[in-house]
């Protein structure tokens, strides 16, 4: 859809007292209700808007986790925060959940907005009745700093956790990291390699779990090629040919145009992985496993054999492949959260609750190596 035609709709809904979702709007929850791809939580006072799908996924699933619940979690489509359109349909989301007697606190997920857009929205937000949280992912400016309003998260965990602890009073323990053991699996995780092995290689199917693991990443100092490069990092001239470190969105249209995204079917990613490890520089692999309503009814298992195959052939060369997974989800999804952690450890791979937290071990065993 042109934005044109975009900002068109947009401005009739609000007229009308309706939110368009989209386009490339890919989850919601409304009362309760799943709407693409999204995961089984439980319901409660938080409410979100986001501008990513696989953001308000992981977000909803971690605040579930977490013990609390999501009263609506409204998609608003990729570009609604930029300049062109304005966030028009975050307004309205916003109106929405304002209003709603069920939300008692209200989260925004997106990209960093445009410098115009932030600018206009931003009274709005800062008036907000209800207490809010913006979680801006990639960006290194501080939008609220000497203003009232807005407590700011820099990631989904984050701002998962002061959700939680707006309703509870307290930061929730399930969403904080384990410092040493970070610290033991990394010098675990670092013996074995030969000196030639180097490099991530992380192949996502949720394109903002590759954008957060490069503003991650930057924060360790460590650069990396992508096809959906942050800024200041540098793009892959050719997305089906890593180079060095490099974070690759499977589920960018140069993948997805004319087949299924790799939530659905993993087989790309399948052939990526034994692709990317004939690589003798590759000592860590990085993956994402996304659970929820319509996406494999097993993508663990789709990607164990795999995973498999991968470390026998650098347990061969002498080294040894270190493969780090996250699943995004909850124990209520129809895949099985517990099972799915099984079968990707079975085959080898440290499995982590968050795509952050795998991050952040990646991060800390690169640089040492």
Not at 27 to 42: E, M, S
Not at 264 to 280: F, G
């Amino acid at each position: 859809m042109a934005v044109e035609e975009e900002i068109s709709l947009k401005k009739l809904a609000r007229e009308k007292g309706l939110i368009v979702m989209g386009p490339d709007c890919g989850t919601a929850i409304i009362g309760g209700a799943g709407i693409g791809f999204a995961n089984r939580v439980r319901r409660g006072p938080i409410g979100v808007i986001g501008a990513s799908g696989t953001g308000i996924q992981e977000f909803t699933s971690l605040v579930h986790r977490a013990g609390s619940g999501i009263s609506h979690a409204i998609g608003t489509g990729s570009r609604d925060f930029s300049d062109a359109v304005g966030g028009l349909s975050f307004l309205s989301a916003l109106d929405a959940l304002e209003e709603d007697p069920r939300t008692g606190i209200i989260v925004i997920l997106s990209k960093p907005p445009g410098k115009t857009a932030l600018a206009a929205l931003a009274p709005r937000i800062s008036g907000c009745r209800k207490p809010v949280i913006t979680c801006f992912l990639g960006s290194q400016e501080k939008f609220w700093q000497g203003r009232t309003g807005p407590q700011e998260a820099r990631i989904l965990d984050e701002a998962a956790a002061l959700a939680v602890k707006g309703i509870t009073g307290s930061f929730p323990s399930a969403l904080t990291a384990d410092s040493q053991l970070l610290e033991e699996l990394t010098q675990k995780e670092r013996s074995g390699k030969t000196s030639a092995q180097k490099f991530i290689r992380g192949l996502f199917a949720g394109g903002t779990f590759c954008y957060q693991t490069q503003q991650i990443f930057r924060e360790q100092g460590l650069e990396v090629y992508s096809n959906t490069p942050l800024p200041g990092n540098p793009e892959l001239p050719d997305p089906s040919l890593s180079l060095k470190n490099t974070l690759v969105d499977m589920g960018a249209d140069e993948f997805t145009s004319g087949r299924p995204h790799p939530m659905i079917d993993s087989r790309l990613r399948y052939e990526r992985i034994l692709k990317e490890t004939e690589d003798p520089q590759v000592a860590v692999l990085l993956l994402d496993i996304i659970l929820g309503f319509n996406s494999s009814p097993d993508p663990a298992g789709d990607l164990a054999p795999a995973i498999l195959n991968a470390k026998e052939k650098a347990s061969r060369r002498g080294g040894s492949l270190c493969v780090i997974a996250s699943v995004c989800g909850t124990e209520e999804d129809p895949q099985d959260l517990k099972r799915q952690v099984r079968i990707l450890e079975k085959a080898g791979a440290l499995v982590f609750p968050s795509s952050a937290q795998a991050a952040r071990l990646v991060a800390l065993l690169v640089k040492e190596l």
